[in-house]
């Protein structure tokens, strides 16, 4: 440690407020909604007490294998009690490592801060998932498509199917398409938006995931007719 370097002795909690505050200028509303859910939900109420200072890797690693064993919510039963800690279920390894990346990253911002010297995560690796196999991703060639779309056709979301089809957009971008974004001369779509679910259960319409998702993309006639 440097000579006369005072950690913070902020609690974890008023921190990660702080933290959320500042990168809210430069999050998605949905991610910063999810970032502050976990926080609240996950982080605070078992880690939110520890003096920024006296946080460690230790104490980091307790909170993750706590989470993996008995960390999802308590539910409340017909007797107005709450489930006990042992009856809970385990989060899975990918919300364990969704929460690992929040606190890596605020703690990386609390070093720039010079609220602490090293961040406790750096360490730390997120638990992983042995069982867990390969994502499959299952691509149709040409005449599985042809088949598929042919049998799609008449259903109420068949010109959203076969944009997504033939353009390659994800799913928020296609809920956000308009009819401006229709570029008929050009025979193109410029992607412009994207809608999200928030934590709130409310649909966001708002900007594409980031500045090189906002693009056009040329499509067939075939597509412009549809």
Not at 68 to 93: A, N, W, Y
Not at 100 to 124: F, G, T
Not at 163 to 169: E, F
Not at 191 to 213: P, Q
Request: proline residues 5%; aromatic residues 8%.
């Amino acid at each position: 440690k440097e000579q006369g370097f005072v950690p913070s002795d902020m609690p974890l909690c008023d921190y990660l407020r702080q933290w959320l505050n500042i990168v809210k200028p430069n999050l998605e509303r949905n991610t910063h909604e999810s970032y502050t859910w976990e926080i609240e939900h996950h982080i605070n109420p078992v880690l939110g007490h520890i003096p920024l200072g006296a946080l460690t890797p230790g104490h980091i690693q307790e909170f993750y294998i706590g989470k993996l064993e008995h960390g999802r919510l308590p539910k409340r039963r017909k007797d107005g009690t709450t489930q006990p800690l042992e009856e809970r279920q385990g989060l899975s390894v990918r919300s364990v490592r969704y929460l690992h990346s929040i606190l890596r990253q605020a703690l990386e911002k609390a070093v720039d801060l010079e609220y602490i010297q090293k961040n406790p995560c750096a360490k730390i690796s997120p638990p992983t998932d042995k069982r867990r196999q390969e994502e499959k991703i299952v691509c149709l060639d040409a005449e599985q498509l042809t088949d598929f779309l042919s049998k799609a056709e008449g259903h109420p979301d068949y010109a959203l199917i076969y944009t997504a089809a033939y353009t390659g957009m994800r799913q928020s971008e296609l809920l956000a398409l308009t009819w401006d974004n229709v570029l008929w001369k050009e025979s193109a779509i410029r992607v412009a938006g994207a809608v999200n679910l928030l934590e709130s259960g409310e649909f966001d319409h708002g900007r594409t995931k980031n500045e090189s998702s906002t693009r056009v993309i040329d499509i067939t006639s075939r597509t412009l007719e549809v």
